[in-house]
């Protein structure tokens, strides 16, 4: 059973491109939603979080943007760069007597220069 | 600080034989976790602990234990391997009361024939 699903599982962006990822979850009991990024050979890495009552957050060239109605939210890289290129995986979190962090399938990002 | 480190590397086992998967932090972090990683299937938690003396099941805990004796250790044992545990296994610390914030090991590739 997939709580959280993203898409699309892999994209392809040219260089000083937007690059978008979407995840959508159904448990309205989370309450955080971090994105990991992830190069090849290395394990995952918090890129960014937000919580369900903030609708947007940006740290430098990455923005979160939550849509709590929808039970979506996505990541935007602004001026993608090669750099870039790795594996997003978006994430559900719940904390408290039983934590549950529950991660999408990841996406497959490609920045061609 | 080393932050998190996992050994072995790699490894490979026959089906029906036992082996420990280690990890250390050095970060003083409470909360610990264990995840596979698989293609197309994102992370998927395995166990996790919450303090040194209190482990908690995850998603996918069968086939596996734990056990934390202390803050800085938590190993992982697979009982008796079997072909559909073989996976990139990453272990991953957090601070209290963050469960979100995973700080994660580089992963120990495991092949069980």
């Known amino acids: 059973q997939q709580q959280v699903k993203q898409s699309p599982q892999s994209l392809i962006v040219q260089k000083g491109g937007i690059s978008i990822i979407n995840c959508a979850y159904e448990?309205?009991?989370?309450?955080?939603f971090p994105w990991y990024q992830q190069f090849p050979g290395k394990g995952p890495a918090l890129l960014i979080a937000?919580?369900?009552?903030?609708s947007e957050k940006k740290e430098g060239r990455f923005t979160i943007s939550f849509n709590k109605s929808a039970k979506q939210f996505s990541l935007h890289i602004m001026d993608s760069q090669p750099g870039d290129s790795a594996t997003y995986f978006c994430?559900?979190?719940?904390?408290?007597?039983?934590?549950?962090?529950?991660f999408g399938t990841g996406t497959l990002l490609a920045v061609q220069p | 600080n080393a932050g998190v480190t996992q050994t072995p590397k790699f490894q490979v086992l026959k089906t029906g034989q036992s082996m420990t998967l280690q990890c250390a932090q050095d970060?003083?972090?409470?909360?610990m976790s264990w995840y596979r990683q698989d293609p197309g299937m994102g992370l998927r938690l395995i166990h996790y602990?919450?303090?040194?003396?209190?482990?908690d099941q995850g998603e996918v805990p069968n086939g596996y234990n734990v056990s934390r004796s202390t803050t800085e250790d938590f190993p992982l044992r697979l009982l008796s391997a079997a072909p559909s545990q073989t996976s990139v296994y990453f272990c991953?610390?957090?601070?209290?009361?963050?469960?979100?914030?995973?700080?994660f090991g580089p992963g120990t590739r495991l092949t069980v024939t």
């Open positions: 937000i919580r369900p009552d903030v």
């Open positions: 970060m003083n972090h409470e909360y």
């Open positions: 994430a559900a979190s719940k904390g408290g007597a039983t934590n549950k962090l529950i």
């Open positions: 448990n309205t009991a989370f309450d955080y």
């Open positions: 602990s919450v303090g040194a003396g209190i482990t």
């Open positions: 991953a610390t957090s601070p209290r009361d963050s469960f979100y914030e995973q700080y």
